[in-house]
């Protein structure tokens, strides 16, 4: 996610250089582009390749590549100001103009933020392949805002580990409640896009949980140690 933003800010920074988007027939374009180079940018999140825009005439480069400029953190803030906070125009171009790019349009943070709705969920939908024989899910609550008001939903997440060791988040949901109906309508949806093998699977001791698994996946259940030691001090005074 942090490539991709970096690739679109870069593209939007461009087009405001040279006067026109890519491909654009524009009369006041001031210059051409000409292709590519590529850069690895290492990251706390991992190694980025990067391809940084070309210019026929002048010069480009990003500025949140420029020595000294905690690039990642800001690049993560400008993703999740957009994308969490119902994309503020103005706290989003506050945010790339820190990182020492040129701003950007409202039209642009829509383009940008459409285009990482679509990543994401091509990542919720992505097939799910090979043996996942370990699976933990649990759901957690927060506020959201629906028709005008500020409700409360259960976000539900589904965490495997595979037959080599790799774990993966593997799909996540959001509904008004954790009844039977939700968890069992969330693990038949990761069955049909590829989910088996699984062998155990380890939650907390809410019965609708339990219940789906029992009748989807026909896996062994295990209760959660964080959750049973927690609700054993609750109870322990």
């Known amino acids: 996610?942090?490539?991709?933003?970096?690739?679109?800010?870069?593209?939007?920074?461009?087009?405001?250089?040279?006067?026109?988007?890519?491909?654009?027939?524009?009369?006041?374009?001031?210059?051409?582009?000409?292709?590519?180079?590529?850069?690895?940018?290492?990251?706390?999140?991992?190694?980025?390749?990067?391809?940084?825009?070309?210019?026929r005439k002048g010069s480009y480069f990003p500025g949140f590549?420029?020595?000294?400029?905690?690039?990642?953190?800001?690049?993560?803030?400008?993703?999740?100001e957009a994308y969490v906070q119902g994309v503020s125009t103005r706290s989003v171009d506050d945010l790339v103009q820190a990182m020492g790019m040129s701003g950007i349009s409202k039209s642009q943070v829509s383009r940008l933020c459409g285009e990482i709705d679509d990543k994401v969920k091509a990542f919720l939908g992505r097939p799910i392949e090979g043996d996942w024989p370990y699976l933990w899910i649990d759901a957690t609550y927060v506020k959201v805002r629906q028709n005008g008001r500020i409700v409360s939903v259960a976000v539900i997440v589904a965490v495997g580990v595979n037959s080599d060791g790799r774990r993966e988040v593997l799909g996540m949901d959001i509904g008004l409640s954790e009844a039977e109906t939700f968890w069992t309508a969330f693990l038949r949806k990761l069955a049909r896009r590829g989910l088996r093998g699984v062998k155990l699977v380890g939650s907390d001791a809410h019965e609708g949980i339990k219940a789906a698994i029992s009748k989807v996946l026909n896996a062994t259940w295990q209760r959660c140690r964080v959750h049973f030691m927690r609700n054993a001090l609750a109870h322990a005074g």
């Open 65 to 80: 590549l420029e020595p000294r400029r905690m690039a990642e953190k800001a690049l993560t803030a400008v993703v999740q």
């Open 1 to 55: 996610m942090i490539g991709f933003a970096a690739q679109r800010l870069m593209e939007f920074e461009v087009e405001g250089q040279t006067g026109a988007a890519y491909g654009e027939k524009n009369p006041e374009r001031l210059a051409q582009r000409n292709g590519y180079r590529d850069r690895i940018w290492e990251t706390r999140a991992g190694t980025v390749e990067l391809r940084i825009p070309k210019l």
